[in-house]
């Protein structure tokens, strides 16, 4: 990997961990599946005017159109719903650090899926070493009197990994299309899937507060649209594995952006909980024991 594909990974990374407190910031005027609704919409256009840019031919047979909404479903319409719920009784922080979970389910579908990736010894320790990361943010909630709230959400969090890791295993259905048209056709799908949904239950959405407005303009286009466009052109690019760290990225990006923009706290054993998180995944990579077990120069003598 070249240092330009490392700086692109980093900057998917800090993206996607700014949605989560600007979640948030959106929940404080419209619901949970609103945030949904204007996310794949926003995002939709975002792309579908790369599309046109590009002058992207599209030639879709209708096997391929319902992949695309497959994968848009499991995709963008399921987790950019469930996380928006489940914030309302979770930090954005702690929504980010679930979703570094999403590596960790790859390894549990990819293990089970046809024709997937079978689980090795190093992964099976990094999907254990993943959820005791889990239980830790989950301790002080059981410990609490009122926490069992706290506890359903993070469970209710954990789905958008899961489904994450179920798009991303379907996506080699795919792969002979253009990434842009995949990424347009399944989020405009996800919109039509959300739609109804959000009218039974929010009804129309109305945001009309300033600092909601710009972050929609901000998480619709940006880190909806063009960031997943970047992420799944970047996987095509490098490979999962290298792709994957940017899951180091956004849970940092999502707690620091919440305790300097929206003055939340970070708890210790967040941090601690993130923290073998992120040794489950280094453990799933298998690179850093492969490193240690080179052996090492001697050194010269004269």
């Known amino acids: 990997m070249t240092t330009r594909d490392w700086v692109v990974i980093v900057a998917i990374g800090i993206l996607f961990g700014m949605a989560f407190p600007i979640n948030e910031v959106l929940l404080r005027e419209i619901g949970p599946v609103s945030i949904s609704f204007f996310r794949v919409s926003l995002g939709a256009l975002a792309v579908w005017a790369v599309i046109l840019l590009r002058r992207v031919p599209l030639r879709l047979s209708g096997h391929q159109i319902l992949s695309c909404l497959i994968f848009g479903s499991f995709m963008f319409a399921l987790p950019l719903t ?16 679930v979703n570094a979970m999403t590596p960790i389910a790859v390894v549990i579908v990819s293990h089970v899926w046809p024709g997937g990736e079978r689980a090795n010894w190093f992964k099976a320790i990094g999907v254990i070493l993943g959820f005791g990361g889990i239980v830790l943010l989950t301790l002080p909630s059981l410990r609490a009197d009122s926490g069992s709230s706290e506890v359903i959400a993070i469970c ?9 890791a179920i798009a991303l295993n379907y996506l080699r259905r795919l792969s002979g ?25 929010e009804g129309i959405p109305r945001p009309t507060e300033p600092l909601s407005l710009a972050s929609l303009a901000l998480v619709g286009p940006v880190l909806t649209g063009w960031a997943f466009l970047s992420a799944l052109w970047m996987t095509r690019r490098v490979g999962a594995t290298a792709s994957s760290t940017l899951t180091f990225v956004a849970p940092v990006s999502a707690v620091l952006v919440g305790v300097l923009g929206l003055g939340e706290e970070v708890r210790a054993v967040q941090v601690a909980g993130m923290g073998v998180i992120f040794l489950g995944l ?5 690179r850093i024991f492969a490193f240690s077990a080179r052996p090492h120069a001697k050194p010269e003598t004269e």
């Open 82 to 97: 469930i996380f928006p719920l489940s914030q309302n009784y979770i930090t954005g922080g702690m929504a980010g650090i």
């Open 156 to 164: 209710v969090a954990l789905l958008a990994p899961t489904c994450y």
């Open 177 to 201: 299309l253009d990434i842009a048209v995949v990424v347009a056709v399944s989020m405009t799908g996800a919109a039509l899937l959300v739609t109804p949904v959000m009218l039974a239950l």
């Open 282 to 286: 280094l453990t799933i990579d298998g």
